[in-house]
């Protein structure tokens, strides 16, 4: 008979494992070890609180209205007569006159030019003339005749001082004087080597052998060249009073500040001085021609004519009305100006948008605590506006501050 065996374990219990059995028997210090402790917020949320708040609070209280009004606008045009004076400061507009300023300027300008006739040219040289004739120096003409070796004839260009010859252990040392000569003849003929002259009006005389010359460099010049015409010094003229009245214009215009309006109409020149270099028949290539000019002008300022036409515009307007100026288009003919009196009598056409005159204070007590669409319904609402726009700052801020200060409208938007 076999032995019965019993099981120590009670029925249904299941069999603990050596780590539950472990735990079972850990001390409760140990057992509490992993248990997970539940803490406070602590300080870590408090900062972001303390300094979100504030800046949402301060943002808020920043917060502002923009409102951008379109108002009614009216274009009306006129014509009028309007005097430029120089002699008053202030714009009267029940008169119709406004200031006026004078400007001016002046010029000079130096221009080189061509000559344009056909000449044939006589040759240049210098003749070096000896006296030794006597110890007495003597004065000869202008013109005085030189006659070379080949038989070519050259005249002195002005008057000759013949130094005397000087004495020296009883002979006479000769003494000489260079002289400018020119052919008598003009072309290439006379265009020589250097060359021995006489004295051609000495010819059969004892003086004719004492009295010589000789040129140390060739003549040159002689042929075909040009001179200087009447015509060519009268379109020089022209041409140099042109150029200078416009050098004369282009720095009244530069002396004339932006701020002025300034009519092509309105500016005088004249020519004061010219001058030229050549007279007709001279026998040159070119010449220069000088000319000086002068520019007058009478300038108004844009400022001022702006207000002539806004209190113009207003006193022929009904009802309380405000000029638009960036609107303005004018047109301006001078029909008399004095330049002595300092005064154009100008016929004015010009045109421009008018617009009413808002009280924007009332606006804004208008628009204080509403909303977007409230404060959009209370602009629709006035009768001198066409469009609006409301936007508030920052984001969040949802009705009109309450300080007018904080309320930005900009009128007119035209």
């Not at 992993?34 to 972001?48: E, L, M, Q, S």
């Not at 003409?141 to 004495?167: H, N, Q, W, Y």
């Not at 042109?242 to 050098?247: L, V």
Request: proline content about 6%.
């Amino acid at each position: 008979m076999s032995d019965k065996i019993t099981d120590i374990m009670p029925p249904g219990e299941p069999e603990r494992t050596s780590e539950e059995a472990v735990k079972e028997t850990a001390p409760k210090a140990v057992r509490r070890k992993n248990v997970p402790v539940k803490r406070g917020w602590g300080w870590k949320w408090f900062f972001p609180v303390f300094i979100v708040v504030p800046v949402i609070l301060l943002l808020s209280r920043m917060g502002n209205t923009e409102v951008k009004i379109w108002p009614k606008t009216n274009t009306v045009f006129f014509d009028t007569a309007l005097t430029v004076d120089s002699e008053t400061s202030n714009v009267n507009t029940a008169e119709q006159i406004i200031p006026g300023q004078t400007f001016e300027a002046t010029a000079d300008f130096s221009q080189a030019f061509t000559s344009s006739a056909k000449t044939v040219k006589s040759a240049k040289g210098i003749i070096r003339l000896y006296n030794a004739y006597s110890t007495e120096p003597e004065e000869w003409l202008e013109g005085t005749r030189f006659i070379s070796d080949e038989g070519k004839i050259f005249k002195s260009d002005g008057e000759i001082s013949v130094p005397g010859a000087e004495e020296k252990n009883g002979k006479l040392i000769p003494k000489y004087v260079d002289v400018p000569v020119t052919a008598a003849e003009p072309g290439e003929d006379y265009n020589i080597g250097p060359s021995n002259f006489s004295i051609y009006v000495f010819r059969s005389t004892p003086r004719y052998t004492k009295f010589y010359g000789e040129s140390l460099e060739p003549m040159k010049g002689g042929g075909e060249g040009l001179q200087v015409s009447e015509e060519d010094l009268a379109k020089a003229e022209e041409e140099a009073r042109s150029r200078a009245e416009a050098k004369a214009v282009n720095i009244l215009k530069e002396k004339v500040p932006d701020s002025f309006i300034l009519l092509p109409d309105v500016i005088n020149t004249e020519i004061t001085a010219t001058s030229s270099s050549v007279r007709p028949g001279d026998e040159v290539e070119n010449f220069t021609f000088d000319t000086k000019a002068k520019a007058v002008t009478i300038a108004f300022s844009k400022t001022q004519l702006e207000d002539f036409i806004n209190d113009f515009v207003l006193s022929q307007v009904p009802g309380e009305k405000l000029f638009y100026r960036e609107s303005l288009n004018a047109d301006y003919i001078p029909q008399v100006v004095d330049f002595e009196a300092g005064t154009i009598q100008l016929a004015v056409s010009f045109s421009g948008k008018i617009y009413p005159k808002v009280d924007i204070s009332s606006i804004k007590k208008g628009l204080v605590g509403k909303s977007v669409s409230e404060a959009k319904m209370f602009l629709e609402s006035q009768t001198d506006f066409t469009a609006s726009e409301v936007s508030f700052r920052p984001f969040w801020v949802r009705k009109v501050p309450a300080d007018l200060e904080k309320i930005k409208i900009d009128y007119p938007i035209i």
